[in-house]
Antibody
């Protein structure tokens, strides 16, 4: 069974950093890409970036560049999202998702993690 | 960035009816479009990709089409469990972008 299991909820102070993990099981991790998407309360979805699990190449949305790092550990079959210099607007549920191979540039998201809530508040 | 505009923020339908969602891209995306269903407290679920291809284990009641810049998701024989918010997403060019979502109410 293909599964993405994310780390637990986080409560952070403004200015701090958070690192979320996403462990993949049930498929060949290194043959796929992993995307990160976030959703602020009551809002739509925002694509943050992706990492190629095979060679580690990553791309982050220009809007978030400089504050967001996306990485992976192929031995642990785990992807990571780190967001630095947190502000209240970063309060959201963060999802990892697998890039679907049937789609152009593996850009559709065919398997999703359960989400990780991050609250930024003093 | 490519803007994805969903024409309605909410729709309602009776059980058994047909409902249609529309999404328009601000520039050409060559059918690089996916539809997702999200129920409260859950992660989104892929329904369709490449505009009209059904994802795994998605009922045939769901279908997609394209006309010019307008992409359409149709649900036939709407069921109570279809109550959810539906999002479109373009993956033609980075950054990938989503529509604002359309909430479906089942009467």
């Amino acid at each position: 069974q293909v599964l993405l299991v994310q780390s637990g909820a986080e409560l952070k102070n403004p200015g701090a950093s958070v690192k979320i993990s996403c462990r993949a099981t049930g498929y060949t991790f290194s043959a796929s890409s992993m995307h990160w998407v976030r959703q602020a309360p009551g809002q739509s979805l925002e694509w943050m970036g992706w990492v190629s699990a095979g060679d580690g190449e990553s791309k982050v949305s220009q809007r978030l560049m400089g504050r967001v790092t996306i990485s992976r550990d192929t031995f642990a079959t785990t992807g990571y999202l780190e967001v630095g210099r947190l502000r209240s607007e970063d309060t959201a549920t963060y999802y990892c998702a697998r890039g679907g191979k049937s789609c152009r540039s593996a850009g559709c998201l065919d398997v999703w993690g359960q989400g990780t809530s991050v609250i930024v508040s003093s | 960035d490519i803007q994805m505009t969903q024409s309605s923020s909410s729709l309602s339908a009776y059980v058994g009816n047909t409902v249609t969602f529309t999404c328009r891209a601000s520039q050409g995306i060559r059918d690089s479009l996916a539809w997702y269903q999200q129920k409260p407290g859950q992660a989104p679920k892929l329904l369709l990709y490449t505009a009209s291809r059904l994802a795994s284990e998605v009922p045939f009641r769901f279908s997609g089409s394209v006309s010019g810049a307008d992409y359409t998701l149709t649900i036939r024989d709407v069921q109570p469990q279809d109550s959810a918010t539906y999002y479109c997403q373009q993956y033609y060019s980075l950054p990938y972008t989503f529509g604002q979502g359309t909430k479906l109410e089942i009467k």
